[in-house]
């Protein structure tokens, strides 16, 4: 299972991988923006995105699209501190499979993630 | 500045400190600030575009500064380098990010975050002052966070609460 943490703030890279890791997923690819995670995913698709919305260079938002033009299927989580109703329906009308909302305990996002997969029906 | 608009920023600030740090946030009486001299020596600063513009500025004293972007890096920082700049912008991000949800009827943009290092330091902006300043206290150290924001376009009411109308939208998408 191919993970991939795209956020600029590698704080909440790091944060994101403890939570991975303690539910056993070690295989973890980073970008910094949506067009640092363009560019690693030319060479293969991971089997899981969780995906900030504010991003210098390129948002979290034009990079879900971006994806969905490659692939339906792939599960994209939106971890970010956009909260509003009105954004929550954009991001889901591009394509993102559930929404965490930072700040998120560790709990949170935890069970967030085991939601999208067991939903998508990944095999973990 | 219209105080009004304090409360989002105060519930903010304690939900991103006990969910994110597991540090409980007192405040001292809100005061309007009308110098654009930093209250401190370290500054993550939010631009809000949109129904509001204006910037939030969190400033801390360098050790508290220290003790609280290790505390939610879960590392400890001995010196103000590119990883410690990082939490501290990260922490305005989410401060600045969770109060604009609350700000009623307001549909309001954040900037990425800058930090700016440096005792005596100056965030100059005439649209930004006044700024109504909160001091903070944790148990590892204060700070204040100053919110200068001006509202541009009358804000457009709905009863049903942020999070309530997400949780909704969330569930509805997972069933």
């Known amino acids: 299972m191919k993970i991939m943490l795209v956020d600029d703030s590698r704080t909440i890279r790091n944060i994101e991988k403890n939570v991975l890791s303690q539910l056993g997923y070690t295989d973890i690819l980073e970008a910094e923006d949506g067009i640092e995670a363009l560019n690693q995913i030319a060479s293969g698709m991971p089997d899981l995105f969780l995906v900030d919305w504010n991003m210098p260079n390129m948002d979290g938002l034009t990079l879900v699209k971006k994806i969905r033009e490659q692939d339906k299927n792939v599960p994209i989580i939106m971890v970010t501190t956009e909260a509003e109703k009105t954004r929550v329906v954009e991001a889901i009308k591009a394509g993102v499979n559930n929404y965490v909302v930072k700040p998120f305990t560790t709990e949170t996002l935890g069970g967030k993630i085991k939601q999208t997969l067991e939903k998508m029906g990944v095999p973990a | ?175």
């Open chain 2, 1 to 175: 500045m219209d105080v009004r608009y304090i409360n989002p920023f105060m519930s903010s600030i304690k939900n991103v400190f006990s969910t994110m740090l597991n540090l409980e946030v007192s405040f001292d009486k809100p005061n309007l600030k009308t110098d654009a001299k930093a209250s401190h020596d370290v500054s993550g600063i939010i631009g809000l575009s949109g129904d509001a513009v204006g910037a939030v500025i969190m400033s801390f004293p360098k050790p508290a500064a220290l003790r609280i972007a290790g505390a939610l890096a879960g590392v400890t920082f001995r010196e103000m380098d590119e990883d410690f700049a990082d939490a501290i912008g990260e922490i305005a991000n989410m401060v600045a990010g969770n109060a604009k949800k609350d700000l009623e009827g307001l549909n309001v943009s954040i900037s990425v975050p800058s930090v700016i290092i440096g005792q005596n330091h100056q965030v100059k902006a005439t649209k930004l002052l006044p700024r109504l300043a909160i001091p903070c206290s944790t148990p590892i150290g204060s700070f204040i966070v100053e919110v200068g924001m001006k509202i541009v376009n009358k804000p457009k009411i709905n009863s049903q609460s942020q999070e309530q109308a997400v949780e909704e939208l969330v569930s509805s998408v997972m069933e």
